[in-house]
């Protein structure tokens, strides 16, 4: 289907130039930053489907793999993803296949599309502390007070967030027709 493949690429293009735009934006607290990705991961995940958010996101991993400055605090290239905080960014991969497919197989439905952001945030931490882990040589107690409290309330409030926006954005872009038959619900 020719019409669907035009939407996914052009889809997918706007959402990486998003993303690229959020990622470097941070308030440091530390080793980890706080940043608009995550809010921007769980919107795009209820908006579009599995495959337009997971290409978006892969654009942008390898956008600044290439070195452009699209990683928090305008850094890029392979050490900032081989780094302590890489394992976040490779995390979101996740995050955004849990989200977005919550989102879909439960009809967008709130509890659904929450309870696809709790998992994959836990994913994301899961994952991203672990390999702060190892490449500092963090303790748990440490990594967990370094990496994980200080987020919980923050990506609490943008799940919130992200599900008031996700359900207006995605309910302008139906009333456009800017989505495709097979993303609707």
Avoid: N
């Amino acid at each position: 289907m020719k019409h669907h493949s035009y939407y996914t690429l052009t889809v997918s293009g706007l959402v990486a130039a998003l993303l690229c735009v959020l990622g470097p934006l941070t308030v440091p607290i530390g080793p980890i930053p706080v940043s608009l990705m995550t809010l921007a991961l769980y919107v795009t995940s209820y908006v579009l489907g599995p495959r337009e958010s997971l290409t978006s996101l892969a654009v942008y991993l390898l956008l600044g793999a290439a070195g452009l400055p699209v990683f928090s605090g305008y850094q890029g290239g392979l050490a900032k993803l081989a780094g302590p905080t890489g394992g976040y960014l490779v995390g979101y991969l996740f995050l955004t296949l849990l989200c977005s497919t919550a989102a879909e197989h439960t009809h967008r439905r709130a509890a659904g599309v929450l309870a696809g952001m709790a998992l994959g945030t836990a994913v994301l931490y899961a994952f991203g502390t672990a390999w702060f882990m190892l490449e500092t040589g963090t303790a748990l107690w440490g990594a967990l007070s370094l990496c994980v409290f200080p987020f919980l309330p923050i990506d609490l409030g943008k799940m919130a967030v992200a599900l008031l926006l996700g359900r207006s954005t995605r309910s302008a872009l139906e009333k456009a027709h800017l989505l495709p038959e097979q993303c609707k619900e």
